[in-house]
């Protein structure tokens, strides 16, 4: 899938919180960054079974979705911890500064530069009252959504996402992915102003 219009050299990758299961998760990621690679690379971490735990509990108690919603997103602050915990090699965003810097410094203006990849906070890009991204309060909305809202932010050129399970279907085909609960259903909406968006197992 793409798009017309002029890009930052930025890729967007969002990085399953279910595979913070996988026990050798760094070697698995090192190496598709190394056959993959790319200049500025910035990783965003789904909730996986922390966020599990909330829709299990919201099923049960009935929260309001306003609670829900953004307790789940600050759950995945953790869950980029956690990540980088298991990705000791990359280096974790967690201020504005430090994300400009990394933008500045590390190729993202420059594609003959050596790769670089980061894990950044998504609050940084969506917060309940300073975000710079509006979604709808809703379980609707995933971690696939918010990377695909951060992607559009930036105009970076490529969002991938990492998943536990194999994308048969034509990425042009998003909202049959979304009917089999593969992406969210918000998300091919928003797919449709990026760039480039694949689904890697």
Same mark, same amino acid.
């Given at each position: ?112 530069? %050596?790769?670089? !990849? ?5 609050? &940084?890009?969506?917060?309940?009252? =300073?975000? *710079? $991204? ?45 009917? %089999?609960?593969? !992406? ?5 909406? &928003?797919?449709?102003?990026?760039? =480039?968006? *694949? $689904?890697?197992?």
């Amino acid at each position: 899938m793409h798009k017309q219009g002029s890009p930052r050299p930025i890729r967007i990758v969002k990085l399953g919180g279910s595979l913070l299961n996988t026990p050798d998760l760094r070697s698995r990621f090192d190496r598709w960054c190394a056959a993959n690679p790319h200049p500025c690379t910035l990783v965003l971490v789904g909730g996986g079974s922390l966020v599990d735990a909330v829709r299990q509990l919201d099923a049960i108690h009935q929260f309001s979705t306003t609670f829900s919603h953004w307790l789940c997103i600050s759950l995945l602050e953790q869950t980029a911890r956690l990540a980088h915990q298991l990705l000791p090699n990359r280096l974790l965003i967690e201020t504005r500064e430090d994300l400009d810097f990394f933008l500045s410094s590390r190729g993202a203006t420059d594609r003959r530069s %050596q790769q670089s !990849v980061a894990i950044v906070q998504v609050g &940084l890009f969506i917060h309940p009252t =300073q975000g *710079e $991204i509006q979604l709808p309060e809703s379980w609707d909305i995933t971690s696939d959504s918010i990377a695909a809202a951060c992607c559009q932010r930036m105009n970076a050129e490529k969002l991938v996402l990492l998943k536990s399970v194999t994308v048969t279907r034509p990425m042009d085909r998003l909202d049959e992915l979304a009917q %089999q609960g593969i !992406v969210d259903p918000y998300f091919p909406d &928003l797919a449709k102003s990026l760039h =480039q968006v *694949e $689904i890697v197992n």
